[in-house]
């Protein structure tokens, strides 16, 4: 049985940070495809970066040169660092791994607050 939890999520100021967490049981995420996503109110949810099972990375053109994907293999778990937050940046964050088996975690509010 695989699970995803998130973490770290809240209310910051805009221009601040926060560090989100997505901690895996069931599944190997080194070898694993794993993404975070984002779902605003009203929108479709999107891509915000991703990180390979050999440690390649990309990002929404968005969040370029402010986010960070990386992953810790002792602790099975991938980080989502956000700096320089936006209030259009306000969502449900979301962990996905397309395994197999393709999971997504139940999500963490960030607020970004002008």
């Known amino acids: 049985q695989v699970q995803l939890v998130e973490s770290g999520g809240g209310l910051v100021q805009a221009g601040g940070s926060l560090r989100l967490s997505c901690a895996a049981s069931?599944?190997?995420?080194?070898?694993?495809?794993v993404g975070w996503y984002r779902q605003a109110p009203g929108k479709q949810r999107e891509l915000v970066a991703f990180v390979s099972s050999g440690g390649n990375t990309d990002y929404a053109d968005s969040v370029k040169g402010r986010f960070t994907i990386s992953r810790d293999n002792v602790k099975n778990t991938v980080y989502l660092q956000m700096n320089s937050l936006k209030p259009e940046e306000t969502a449900v964050y979301y962990c996905h791994t397309d395994g197999p088996p393709f999971v997504w975690g139940p999500g963490t509010q960030v607020t970004v607050s002008s």
């Open positions: 069931g599944i190997i995420f080194s070898r694993s495809l």
